[in-house]
């Protein structure tokens, strides 16, 4: 599968969650012994946050061994994250990586509103910061921008690795009240 065909497959298993009409694919006892057995070979590598709000499996319609997911409190990468992306990128051979930033984060709000210091060490708090200094200069909604923008500084944290394959990398909002996934760069 290409870039083109995965996306594909998660706009409609989005608009499947979103319209009611789910399928539950990849879902029974049976295909999980086929997976222990034959391995996994996951779609999409997805970095998104740890809010138990936040679940791909769920909002796009799959089941298991379909995502390889990587989740930190506002979808940030340290090297635990990125040496995980890798695992899957250059050993599963998982072709496409979806950062996917998501509205209401508390981690945003929080490092929007300085909280860093409350925060365990802060590294979180670091790592969104730049997001934040880019949206102050920026109009329109300054959680909506960091959000936006926090995606888009791991993007590139993962553009600029050697991965052993060949990865896209695209970024994405998930809405919490509706369900919806928006591409940013489609
Ligand atoms: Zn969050």
């Not at 083109?4 to 009611?20: A, H, P, Q, S, Y």
């Not at 999980?32 to 769920?58: F, H, T, Y």
């Not at 409350?118 to 790592?127: E, F, L, P, Q, T």
């Amino acid at each position: 599968m290409n870039k083109d065909d995965i996306v594909k497959e998660l706009k409609e298993g989005n608009m499947r969650f979103i319209t009611d009409k789910c399928t539950y694919p990849n879902q029974n006892k049976e295909y999980i012994k086929k997976l222990a057995k034959e391995g996994q070979k996951p779609i999409a590598v997805i970095v998104c946050c740890s809010d138990s709000r936040v679940n791909p499996v769920l909002f796009f319609d799959r089941g298991f061994g379909d995502f390889f997911i990587v989740r930190t409190a506002g979808n940030v990468l340290d090297s635990h994250a990125i040496e995980s992306i890798e695992f899957a990128v250059n050993n599963l051979k998982t072709p496409l990586i979806l950062v996917l930033g998501h509205t209401k984060c508390g981690a945003v709000t929080s490092a929007i509103k300085k909280q860093s210091e409350d925060v365990n060490g802060g590294a979180i708090m670091k790592s969104i910061k730049p997001a934040v200094d880019e949206a102050n200069s920026q109009s329109g909604c300054i959680i909506e921008n960091t959000t936006k923008n926090n995606t888009q500084n791991m993007k590139d944290i993962l553009k600029n690795i050697n991965f052993k394959n060949k990865v896209d990398i695209i970024s994405g909002l998930y809405d919490l009240e509706t369900g919806e996934v928006i591409f940013y760069e489609l």
